[in-house]
């Protein structure tokens, strides 16, 4: 076993440049010194900010068993939605327990939820009269998916001080304002920090993380955004531009890439602009560098050829969970539909699937343009069309979520009355067209454990022979 001593000097030599023979190199190679962390889990600590339904969670629950030496673990979401965060509750924690506030009478709970910035539409908040209007037990369903999920709601209100520490902070703001539909209404603000729009909340992060560093807090190490292509485009890259380098003065390094979920086993084409920013402030030029050398070449997709859309729809008919949701998606057949399912992407006819993909999911179907539709050959009404759209089912596994997620949503769904649920069929259709591809986040959330761990959080051991190894390949 060589001596500390000799192991010391010799690091010493080395990370000073001084001369280091290869022989001495290989001899150390065959000592029996070179261990990594190993031994216990790490947590990996995640915040996620306009969390939807919670993709990024769905993501890192699946890389649970893939990445064992790691705890991933969700401390805290931001998300004013009522429906997205109901949801959000269900999907990852199951049914909810509403019994936890059988003793707070509906006044009470009015009062605890009237201090939150809650949205029913995701678009504007609700008044206290419409919390008022609301039964029970739709109240107590709120504030359970509030609690449960340390729900801060408001972005606009958020402190970098509420925020637990954390290794990653999520933000999927708004793409309204920057989506192609927004031109069509002559709106052209993008992410303009004057504009004072929904994909203007972009700058709450900027505030924030601004806040984190006059509060002496640790910065999160890892930053994911995620939004439409269009925000590097020719009318918002100006913008765009100025955000990056907010972040390249708060010490992050950079870089964005265009990822479409059919390159990673999702048969829809949707393309996403994700960029993954790393804090380097408190690190190693050499680790810097190796970050950024792993950004750049860092190939996330997997190409495989498109993938089949068969496994994706529910074309049996004879089940009756799939004939009922079938006719809920199917149109009456108007001169508008008609015309609508010409201009369409035939995704099956029959129980037949064609070799298309789906469109990108929006957070509508029955419209063009749409995902695609299907020619059912099945007989709902003479006053229905030849053609059904998506059913909410389906959307969600082509945003990547499990058909076992979805069922658990729809069994835990809320009965508001006899005609009324907590998720409607219009609402599960916009949850799934404002997510996220869990697919795509797994990718990349790898990558992210890679630099974690392999270049951030390695022993000093490792990287010392890291630097060896380096060494020894310059010799030949």
Known sequence: ?????????????????????????????????????GGSRMDFNIIETFSGIGSQAKAFSRLQNKIPDYNF????TVEWEIGAMFAYDILHHGPQDLTLYDKLSKEELIAKLTPYNLSSDGKQPIKKSTLKRMPI?????????????????????????????ADLLTYSFPCQDLSISSYWHNNFSGIDKNAKNRSGLLWEIERILNEYQVANKPLPRFLLM??????????????????????????YKSKYYDLDSSDFGIPQSRLRTFMISVYTGDLHQSQI????????????????????????????YSNPKYFKEALASTPNDTPSRRKIALGSTPLAYGNMPTKNIAKTITTKQDRFPNAGI??????????????????????FLLMGFDESDYQLLIDNNLTLSKSRKMLS??????????????????????????????IINKSPSLLFFNDINERKESYH
């Open 226 to 251: 995620e939004n439409v292509s269009a925000i590097h485009g020719p009318l918002h890259e100006k913008n765009f531009k100025l955000w990056r380098n907010e972040l390249k003065r708060l010490g």
């Open 137 to 165: 037990k739709q109240l107590k369903a709120i504030f359970h998916s509030i609690e449960n999920n340390n729900n801060l709601v408001d972005i606009s209100t958020v402190k970098a001080t509420d925020l637990p520490d």
């Open 289 to 316: 560098d190796s970050i950024i050398r792993f950004l750049d070449d860092n190939v996330l997709e997997e190409v495989n050829g498109k993938p089949s859309i068969d496994s994706f729809l529910r074309l049996d």
């Open 425 to 454: 069929h219009a609402k599960l259709l916009k949850l799934a067209g404002n997510s996220i591809v869990v697919n795509v986040l797994e990718e990349i959330f790898k990558g992210l454990i890679h630099i974690d761990k392999k």
């Open 73 to 76: 673990h969700i401390r805290a």
């Open 374 to 395: 299907i020619y059912h050959n099945y007989n709902f009404g003479e006053e229905k069309s030849l053609y059904r759209n998506l059913t909410p089912r389906e959307t």
């Open 1 to 37: 076993m060589v001596s500390l001593i000799f192991f010391t000097s010799i690091k010493h030599n080395i990370i000073n440049n001084k001369d280091i023979s290869y022989d001495t190199i290989v001899f150390l190679e065959k000592l029996d010194i070179i261990n990594s962390i």
